[in-house]
């Protein structure tokens, strides 16, 4: 099917693991996006990217590594990971940027004990 | 000066009244409004959109509502239904090119009772 896909759904993991989060589009949007939710923080951007091999960070990238080698895919990895990377993290993907309709995935829920 | 502050937190509303959700921001340089709605186990999806240049724009049940002067924006949902029941977020962009970005208020939940 077309669309946004992340995977896993869901996650647990420990302190100080490496943790990949999968995000794949079947448009060809340029832009991909990386967000985390936190209840009381809204949507934050941690990484982007507006074509394959072009990243840039966002408000809070700290911890966390991106690639883009093809434009459908654009995962997400965590270093090692700690508590505070407790969190729903959601990939987007646009055609030309934030100022037209960003779709979102399903979300992967990620657990750091 | 990148924050935007979204209120109330939550919000109740009966079957059929008005819900109104604010949001306000301090950087000028904002210019693309946007409202993203979200479905318990869903990512957001956008609902609707304003420019600067617009003082309201509407779509349906829904209103965006743009006071420039006062650096305030605020969305409204008439006839509110249960389904309309789920997460708003406002949000404003900024910047140029490739590095434009979204910043995101922190959300409010709305029910809508039947």
């Known amino acids: 099917d077309a669309g946004i896909t992340q995977s896993p759904r869901y996650k647990i993991t420990e302190t100080g693991r490496q943790v990949t989060l999968m995000c794949h589009q079947t448009?060809?949007?340029?832009?991909m996006f990386w967000y985390r939710q936190d209840l009381g923080h809204g949507l934050r951007l941690i990484y982007y990217?507006?074509?394959?091999?072009?990243?840039d960070k966002g408000e809070v990238p700290d911890g966390y590594v991106v690639s883009r080698s093809k434009t459908e895919n654009f995962p997400l990895t965590l270093e090692s990971a700690t508590r505070s990377q407790t969190s729903v993290y959601f990939c987007?993907?646009?055609?030309?940027?934030?100022?037209?309709?960003?779709?979102f995935g399903s979300g992967t829920q990620l657990s750091v004990l | 000066q990148q924050q935007v502050k979204q209120s109330p937190q939550s919000l109740i509303v009966q079957k059929g009244g008005i819900s109104i959700i604010n949001c306000a921001y301090e950087?000028?340089?904002?210019?693309?409004f946007p409202w993203y709605q979200q479905f318990p186990g869903k990512g957001p999806a956008l609902l609707i959109a304003?420019?600067?240049?617009?003082s309201e724009k509407k779509e349906g049940r829904f209103t965006i509502s743009f006071n420039k002067s006062a650096k305030q924006f605020s969305l409204h949902i008439m006839d509110s239904q249960p389904g309309d029941s789920a997460t708003y977020f406002c949000?404003?962009?900024?910047?140029?090119?490739?590095?434009?970005?979204?910043?995101f208020g922190s959300g409010t939940q709305l029910t809508v009772l039947p």
């Open positions: 949000a404003a962009s900024i910047g140029s090119g490739s590095a434009r970005q979204l910043t």
């Open positions: 990217s507006a074509a394959a091999d072009i990243t």
């Open positions: 448009w060809s949007h340029s832009y």
């Open positions: 987007a993907s646009s055609h030309y940027g934030v100022n037209e309709k960003l779709f």
């Open positions: 304003i420019r600067p240049d617009v």
């Open positions: 950087n000028t340089a904002f210019d693309y």
